[in-house]
C-alpha cells in the first residue's frame, strides 16, 4: 500500500459526459502528480500541483483541469469525454518539489471507459 | 527535453534464471535519478530500483540490480533468481534534478515462464 488513495476504480461514462477523479496523496506529502497511461500513449505526465499550486504541466488537453485543495487532496476533471480519453489515470504523490530522493509514489489508479 | 527508450517491449525469462531489461535516456542535466517501476496485473505501479546520477556505485536491492553508464547514458535492471511474481511490465522512468515530474518508457512485458 503506497499510502496514495484514487477514487473510483473504475468509472464508465459516455461521450460527451464530465467525470472528476480524486487523489489523496500520502500523510505529509505536498505534491500531487497525474499521469495518464494508455496502451498507444504509454505513461503521459498530465499535472502537477505542490501545496495548492499548479507547478508543472505536460500533455493535458484543454477539456481536462485539476486543482489541489488547502487538504491537499487533488482532482481531475475530465470534460466533453472522447473515445480516446479511455485511460488509466494515476495519482502519485512526493514530499516536495523535487527533493528527497525523487522517488514518487503511486496510487491504484482510475480505470476511465467512454463508450 | 529528455527521453526514456527501451527498446524491448517483450522478454520472457525461465524461473530461476536471470534477465536484463534496457534503457537508455538522454538528457544534458548532470545531476538526476533514474527509476525501474514494476507494474503487475493488479496495475499498482511499485518501486524496484532508483538510482541517484552522482553515485558511481550501482544500486541493488535484494534480487534487483542496476548497471549505470552515465557516459553511455544506459541503466538497465538486472533481475536475478527470476520468479514468477516477476511477471510485470516495467518501466524505466527519469526525474531530473530541476525538474519535477518523471518521464518513463514505453515499458517492457516481462514474463517468467515456470
Known amino acids: 500500500d503506497s499510502g496514495v488513495t484514487q477514487t473510483p476504480k473504475h468509472l464508465i461514462t459516455a461521450t460527451g459526459q464530465r467525470v472528476t477523479l480524486r487523489c489523496s496523496p500520502r500523510?505529509?506529502?505536498?505534491?500531487v502528480y497525474w499521469y495518464q497511461q494508455s496502451l498507444d500513449q504509454g505513461l503521459q505526465f498530465l499535472i502537477q500541483?505542490?501545496?495548492?499550486?499548479?507547478?508543472a504541466k505536460g500533455n493535458i488537453l484543454e477539456r481536462f483541469s485539476a486543482q489541489q485543495f488547502p487538504d491537499l487532496h487533488s482532482e481531475l476533471n475530465l470534460s466533453s469525454l472522447e473515445l480516446g480519453d479511455s485511460a488509466l489515470y494515476f495519482c502519485?504523490?512526493?514530499?516536495?518539489?523535487?527533493?528527497?530522493?525523487?522517488?514518487?509514489?503511486f496510487g491504484e489508479g482510475s480505470r476511465l471507459t467512454v463508450l | 527535453a529528455q527521453t526514456v527508450t527501451q527498446s524491448q517491449p517483450e522478454m520472457s525469462v525461465q524461473e530461476a534464471e536471470t534477465v536484463t531489461l534496457s534503457c537508455t535516456y538522454d538528457?544534458?542535466?548532470?545531476?538526476?535519478?533514474l527509476f525501474w517501476y514494476k507494474q503487475p496485473p493488479s496495475r499498482q505501479m511499485i518501486l524496484v530500483i532508483r538510482?541517484?546520477?552522482?553515485?558511481?556505485q550501482n544500486a541493488t536491492e535484494n534480487r534487483f540490480s542496476v548497471n549505470f553508464q552515465k557516459a553511455a547514458k544506459s541503466f538497465s535492471l538486472k533481475i536475478s533468481d527470476s520468479q514468477l511474481g516477476d511477471t510485470a511490465m516495467y518501466f524505466c522512468?527519469?526525474?531530473?534534478?530541476?525538474?519535477?515530474?518523471?518521464?518513463f518508457g514505453k515499458g517492457t512485458l516481462l514474463t517468467v515462464n515456470p
Open positions: 502519485a504523490s512526493s514530499v516536495g518539489l523535487a527533493g528527497g530522493t525523487g522517488e514518487l509514489f
Open positions: 500523510s505529509g506529502d505536498l505534491s
Open positions: 500541483y505542490y501545496n495548492g499550486e499548479e507547478r
Open positions: 538528457t544534458s542535466e548532470n545531476n538526476y535519478y
Open positions: 538510482q541517484e546520477a552522482y553515485k558511481q
Open positions: 522512468a527519469f526525474r531530473g534534478g530541476s525538474n519535477y515530474k518523471l518521464t
